[in-house]
Nanobody, 124 residues
Framework: QVQLVESGGGLVQPGGSLRLSCAASGLTLDYYAIGWFRQIPGKARKGVAAITSEDGLTKYQDSVKGRFTISKDNAKKTVFLEMNNLEPEDTAVYYC?????????????????WGQGTQVTVSS
């Protein structure tokens, strides 16, 4: 059974940085993609960034391009989301998810496995 565990959320001031981690376990295939999504109360979950495990292809939501960077450590089966220059609008619960689709995807419906989420709050 695939399991995903997020960590690294917290409270940060505007302009600050956070690094989220997503550790995967129970994987029997080497080729997959992991995406980061975020959700604020009353709103739909939205894809933020995604990366494929084998060739490191990435995809970003337009609002985070240039501020967020997704990366991976295949040996540890862990994906990171480096978030810089954070804005109050980035406040949300951040989830990582896994899909066996061949390309990085930001569509929630394509993902089969989800973590429990980690809260990110950007506030002064």
């Amino acid at each position: 059974q695939v399991q995903l565990v997020e960590s690294g959320g917290g409270l940060v001031q505007p302009g600050g940085s956070l690094r989220l981690s997503c550790a995967a376990s129970g994987l029997t295939l080497d080729y997959y993609a992991i995406g980061w999504f975020r959700q604020i109360p009353g709103k739909a979950r939205k894809g933020v960034a995604a990366i494929t495990s084998e060739d490191g292809l990435t995809k970003y939501q337009d609002s985070v391009k240039g501020r967020f960077t997704i990366s991976k450590d295949n040996a540890k089966k862990t994906v990171f989301l480096e978030m810089n220059n954070l804005e109050p609008e980035d406040t949300a619960v951040y989830y990582c998810a896994l899909t066996f689709a061949p390309l990085p995807q930001l569509e929630e419906r394509l993902y089969d496995y989800w973590g429990q989420g980690t809260q990110v709050t950007v506030s002064s």
